[in-house]
C-alpha cells in the first residue's frame, strides 16, 4: 500500500449530494457535492481529503475542532470571519481555516476545492 495519494481535481465517480444544514443557510439553496479521496489516522486525529463542489449561495462556517486546508480548483467564494472584512478567494488561491473559525462563507460562482481536514 502507498502512503502517497494524488488527488483527482475531475473525479468521475459518484458523489455524496447534501445541503446547507437549515440552521447555518443564509441565503440561496447552494448544493454541495463531496467526493472523498482519503480518509486516515494521524498523530492530531483523523485527516480526510477530496475533492468539495458547491453552488451559488450562502451559510455559515463553523470549524469547531477541525482545521481545514482548501485549494480553490474553480470558482469564486467570499469568505467573511467574524469581526473581519471580506475576503474573496478563485482558481488557484489557497487558504487554511484554523480550529474555533466562524464567518461566512459565500459561493458567487460555483466552487470545486481541494479540501485536507483534520480533527
Not at 488527488?7 to 441565503?27: C, F, M, N, V, Y
Amino acid at each position: 500500500m502507498s502512503l502517497r495519494i494524488k488527488l483527482d481535481t475531475a473525479p468521475t465517480g459518484e458523489p455524496k449530494h447534501s445541503k446547507a444544514a437549515a440552521d447555518r443557510l443564509i441565503s440561496g439553496d447552494p448544493s454541495f457535492k463531496t467526493w472523498a479521496q482519503d480518509e486516515s489516522l494521524a498523530g492530531s486525529g483523523k485527516v480526510r481529503t477530496g475533492v468539495w463542489e458547491a453552488t451559488p449561495g450562502e451559510n455559515h462556517s463553523i470549524k469547531g475542532e477541525t482545521m481545514e486546508f482548501c485549494h480553490i480548483v474553480s470558482g469564486v467564494i467570499e469568505l467573511t470571519e467574524e469581526g473581519q472584512p471580506p475576503r474573496i478567494f478563485r482558481a488557484g488561491d489557497s487558504f487554511v481555516m484554523k480550529p474555533g473559525y466562524v464567518g461566512v462563507w459565500k459561493t458567487i460562482e460555483t466552487v470545486r476545492k481541494i479540501y485536507v481536514i483534520v480533527g
